[in-house]
Protein backbone atom coordinates (compact mmCIF):
# COMPACT_ATOMS: atom_id res chain seq x y z
CA UNK A 1 0.00 0.00 0.00
CA UNK A 2 1.30 3.20 -0.49
CA UNK A 3 2.57 5.99 1.72
CA UNK A 4 0.75 9.45 1.18
CA UNK A 5 4.62 10.77 1.87
CA UNK A 6 6.50 9.67 -0.12
CA UNK A 7 7.14 11.25 -3.73
CA UNK A 8 7.06 8.22 -5.97
CA UNK A 9 3.61 7.07 -4.13
CA UNK A 10 2.30 10.43 -5.08
CA UNK A 11 3.60 10.32 -8.69
CA UNK A 12 2.64 7.14 -9.19
CA UNK A 13 -1.05 7.92 -7.80
CA UNK A 14 -1.34 10.70 -11.04
CA UNK A 15 0.00 8.67 -13.14
CA UNK A 16 -2.11 5.62 -12.55
CA UNK A 17 -5.44 8.65 -12.15
CA UNK A 18 -4.70 10.17 -15.61
CA UNK A 19 -4.15 7.17 -17.16
CA UNK A 20 -7.37 5.16 -15.32
CA UNK A 21 -9.59 8.67 -16.83
CA UNK A 22 -8.24 8.29 -20.33
CA UNK A 23 -8.52 4.85 -20.95
CA UNK A 24 -10.70 3.89 -18.03
CA UNK A 25 -9.89 1.34 -15.38
CA UNK A 26 -9.89 -2.37 -17.06
CA UNK A 27 -11.44 -4.94 -14.30
CA UNK A 28 -9.73 -8.77 -13.79
CA UNK A 29 -10.89 -11.22 -15.80
CA UNK A 30 -9.15 -13.89 -15.93
CA UNK A 31 -7.81 -15.18 -19.08
CA UNK A 32 -7.75 -19.10 -19.21
CA UNK A 33 -6.08 -21.55 -17.24
CA UNK A 34 -2.02 -20.76 -14.96
CA UNK A 35 -0.91 -23.16 -17.51
CA UNK A 36 -2.53 -22.08 -20.94
CA UNK A 37 -1.64 -18.87 -19.39
CA UNK A 38 2.15 -20.00 -18.94
CA UNK A 39 2.68 -21.61 -22.72
CA UNK A 40 0.43 -18.77 -24.35
CA UNK A 41 3.28 -16.31 -22.58
CA UNK A 42 6.39 -17.78 -23.64
CA UNK A 43 4.50 -18.45 -27.12
CA UNK A 44 4.10 -14.44 -27.25
CA UNK A 45 7.92 -13.65 -26.67
CA UNK A 46 9.18 -11.66 -29.23
CA UNK A 47 6.37 -11.56 -31.60
CA UNK A 48 2.81 -9.47 -31.79
CA UNK A 49 -0.79 -10.79 -30.23
CA UNK A 50 -2.03 -12.37 -33.47
CA UNK A 51 0.94 -14.42 -33.93
CA UNK A 52 0.56 -15.54 -30.80
CA UNK A 53 -3.17 -16.61 -31.04
CA UNK A 54 -2.97 -18.40 -34.01
CA UNK A 55 0.44 -20.47 -32.31
CA UNK A 56 -1.39 -21.39 -29.58
CA UNK A 57 -4.62 -21.89 -31.53
CA UNK A 58 -2.22 -24.36 -33.37
CA UNK A 59 -0.66 -26.07 -31.11
CA UNK A 60 -3.81 -27.08 -29.23
CA UNK A 61 -5.24 -28.50 -32.28
CA UNK A 62 -2.43 -30.45 -32.97
CA UNK A 63 -2.31 -31.80 -29.33
CA UNK A 64 -5.71 -31.56 -27.59
CA UNK A 65 -3.97 -32.23 -23.90
CA UNK A 66 -0.60 -31.02 -22.56
CA UNK A 67 0.80 -34.58 -22.23
CA UNK A 68 0.31 -35.14 -26.21
CA UNK A 69 3.00 -32.04 -25.84
CA UNK A 70 5.61 -33.77 -23.82
CA UNK A 71 5.30 -36.98 -26.07
CA UNK A 72 5.38 -35.64 -29.00
CA UNK A 73 8.65 -35.13 -31.10
CA UNK A 74 9.92 -31.94 -30.81
CA UNK A 75 9.86 -30.86 -34.21
CA UNK A 76 6.75 -31.66 -34.59
CA UNK A 77 6.03 -29.01 -32.00
CA UNK A 78 8.22 -26.71 -33.52
CA UNK A 79 5.88 -27.09 -36.85
CA UNK A 80 2.27 -26.46 -35.20
CA UNK A 81 4.08 -23.48 -33.57
CA UNK A 82 5.82 -21.73 -36.40
CA UNK A 83 4.06 -19.11 -37.18
CA UNK A 84 4.52 -17.65 -33.40
CA UNK A 85 8.14 -17.30 -34.46
CA UNK A 86 11.41 -18.38 -33.00
CA UNK A 87 9.85 -21.97 -32.95
CA UNK A 88 12.98 -23.98 -32.83
CA UNK A 89 13.50 -22.27 -29.17
CA UNK A 90 10.22 -22.22 -27.77
CA UNK A 91 9.27 -25.85 -28.47
CA UNK A 92 11.64 -27.19 -26.47
CA UNK A 93 11.27 -24.77 -23.61
CA UNK A 94 7.36 -25.45 -23.95
CA UNK A 95 7.93 -29.27 -23.92
CA UNK A 96 10.20 -29.07 -20.46
CA UNK A 97 8.43 -26.88 -18.66
CA UNK A 98 5.54 -28.98 -19.22
CA UNK A 99 7.39 -31.97 -18.17
CA UNK A 100 8.41 -30.39 -15.01
CA UNK A 101 5.44 -28.64 -13.90
CA UNK A 102 4.49 -32.47 -14.72
CA UNK A 103 7.12 -33.85 -12.27
CA UNK A 104 6.61 -31.54 -9.65
CA UNK A 105 2.66 -31.18 -9.05
CA UNK A 106 2.10 -35.03 -10.23
CA UNK A 107 -0.17 -33.18 -12.77
CA UNK A 108 -1.19 -29.87 -15.20
CA UNK A 109 -2.65 -27.75 -12.06
CA UNK A 110 -0.57 -24.40 -10.96
CA UNK A 111 -3.52 -24.24 -8.26
CA UNK A 112 -0.91 -24.34 -5.40
CA UNK A 113 0.77 -20.87 -6.20
CA UNK A 114 -2.67 -19.34 -5.23
CA UNK A 115 -2.14 -19.88 -1.56
CA UNK A 116 2.06 -19.04 -1.83
CA UNK A 117 3.43 -15.50 -1.08
CA UNK A 118 3.84 -13.89 -4.50
CA UNK A 119 7.93 -13.75 -4.63
CA UNK A 120 7.62 -17.95 -3.67
CA UNK A 121 4.87 -18.20 -6.34
CA UNK A 122 7.45 -16.32 -8.93
CA UNK A 123 10.63 -18.00 -7.76
CA UNK A 124 8.36 -21.59 -8.29
CA UNK A 125 7.87 -20.52 -12.15
CA UNK A 126 11.00 -18.96 -12.96
CA UNK A 127 12.75 -22.07 -12.17
CA UNK A 128 10.53 -23.37 -15.01
CA UNK A 129 12.62 -23.33 -18.73
CA UNK A 130 11.91 -20.24 -20.76
CA UNK A 131 10.36 -18.51 -18.10
CA UNK A 132 11.63 -15.22 -16.42
CA UNK A 133 10.10 -12.49 -14.30
CA UNK A 134 8.14 -10.88 -16.51
CA UNK A 135 6.46 -14.27 -17.68
CA UNK A 136 5.79 -15.78 -14.39
CA UNK A 137 3.82 -12.42 -13.00
CA UNK A 138 1.75 -12.37 -16.07
CA UNK A 139 0.58 -16.33 -15.20
CA UNK A 140 0.19 -14.93 -11.91
CA UNK A 141 -1.27 -11.31 -12.81
CA UNK A 142 -3.45 -12.64 -15.40
CA UNK A 143 -4.61 -15.94 -14.14
CA UNK A 144 -4.74 -15.72 -10.45
CA UNK A 145 -5.41 -12.58 -9.71
CA UNK A 146 -2.22 -12.08 -7.64
CA UNK A 147 -0.41 -8.78 -6.85
CA UNK A 148 2.52 -9.44 -9.08
CA UNK A 149 3.07 -6.76 -11.94
CA UNK A 150 4.36 -7.50 -15.00
CA UNK A 151 7.03 -5.78 -17.07
CA UNK A 152 7.09 -5.67 -20.82
CA UNK A 153 8.84 -3.42 -23.08
CA UNK A 154 5.87 -0.93 -23.33
CA UNK A 155 5.89 -0.98 -18.95
CA UNK A 156 9.60 -0.91 -18.62
CA UNK A 157 9.79 1.99 -20.90
CA UNK A 158 7.16 4.37 -19.77
CA UNK A 159 7.80 3.30 -16.00
CA UNK A 160 11.18 4.91 -16.50
CA UNK A 161 10.19 7.80 -18.78
CA UNK A 162 7.18 8.99 -16.28
CA UNK A 163 10.02 8.93 -13.29
CA UNK A 164 8.20 6.08 -11.36
CA UNK A 165 11.33 4.16 -11.73
CA UNK A 166 15.02 5.29 -12.30
CA UNK A 167 15.93 5.74 -15.82
CA UNK A 168 18.26 3.37 -15.13
CA UNK A 169 16.36 0.29 -13.83
CA UNK A 170 15.89 -3.00 -15.02
CA UNK A 171 12.55 -4.59 -15.83
CA UNK A 172 13.24 -6.69 -12.43
CA UNK A 173 13.92 -3.45 -9.98
CA UNK A 174 10.30 -1.45 -11.75
CA UNK A 175 8.78 -4.75 -10.86
CA UNK A 176 9.83 -4.21 -7.52
CA UNK A 177 9.22 -0.59 -7.09
CA UNK A 178 5.46 -0.69 -8.27
CA UNK A 179 4.85 -3.42 -5.95
CA UNK A 180 6.29 -1.98 -3.36
CA UNK A 181 4.81 1.51 -3.83
CA UNK A 182 0.74 0.52 -5.64
CA UNK A 183 -1.96 -1.31 -4.01
CA UNK A 184 -2.72 -4.62 -5.20
CA UNK A 185 -5.62 -3.46 -6.74
CA UNK A 186 -3.82 -1.13 -9.09
CA UNK A 187 -1.15 -3.70 -10.94
CA UNK A 188 -3.55 -5.45 -13.29
CA UNK A 189 -5.35 -1.83 -14.62
CA UNK A 190 -1.75 -0.41 -14.47
CA UNK A 191 0.04 -3.03 -16.19
CA UNK A 192 -3.07 -2.77 -19.12
CA UNK A 193 -3.03 0.98 -19.20
CA UNK A 194 0.68 1.49 -19.28
CA UNK A 195 0.64 -0.63 -22.20
CA UNK A 196 -2.47 1.27 -23.96
CA UNK A 197 -0.62 4.20 -24.08
CA UNK A 198 2.79 2.62 -25.11
CA UNK A 199 1.05 1.60 -27.84
CA UNK A 200 -1.34 4.90 -28.41
CA UNK A 201 1.23 7.33 -27.48
CA UNK A 202 4.83 7.08 -25.94
CA UNK A 203 6.06 4.88 -28.56
CA UNK A 204 9.70 3.59 -28.26
CA UNK A 205 11.24 5.78 -31.24
CA UNK A 206 8.92 8.55 -32.01
CA UNK A 207 6.47 9.41 -28.80
CA UNK A 208 3.72 11.39 -29.28
CA UNK A 209 4.55 13.80 -26.65
CA UNK A 210 2.57 17.07 -27.47
CA UNK A 211 -0.01 15.76 -27.27
CA UNK A 212 0.38 13.15 -24.53
CA UNK A 213 -1.93 13.99 -21.29
CA UNK A 214 0.83 12.95 -19.01
CA UNK A 215 3.14 15.75 -20.17
CA UNK A 216 3.17 17.87 -17.07
CA UNK A 217 4.10 14.84 -15.18
CA UNK A 218 6.81 12.98 -17.72
CA UNK A 219 10.56 13.38 -16.91
CA UNK A 220 11.03 12.56 -20.03
CA UNK A 221 9.00 15.33 -21.90
CA UNK A 222 10.52 17.74 -19.31
CA UNK A 223 13.66 16.57 -20.03
CA UNK A 224 13.13 16.94 -23.54
CA UNK A 225 12.35 20.28 -22.98
CA UNK A 226 15.77 21.71 -21.96
Not at 92 to 121: K, N, W, Y
Not at 211 to 219: E, G, N, W
Amino acid sequence: MMHPASGAASRLHTVFTLLAGHYGQPVWRRRGDPVDQLVGTILSQNTSDVNTEQAFRSLRAAFPTWQDVIDAPTSAVVAAIRSGGLANQKAPRIQQALRQIQQQSGSFDLSHLVTMPVDEARAWLMRLPGVGAKTASIVLLFSMQRPAFAVDTHVHRLSRRLGLAPANATPERVMRIIEETAPAEWLYPLHINLIRHGRAVCKARRPRCPTCFLQDHCLFFSTAQH
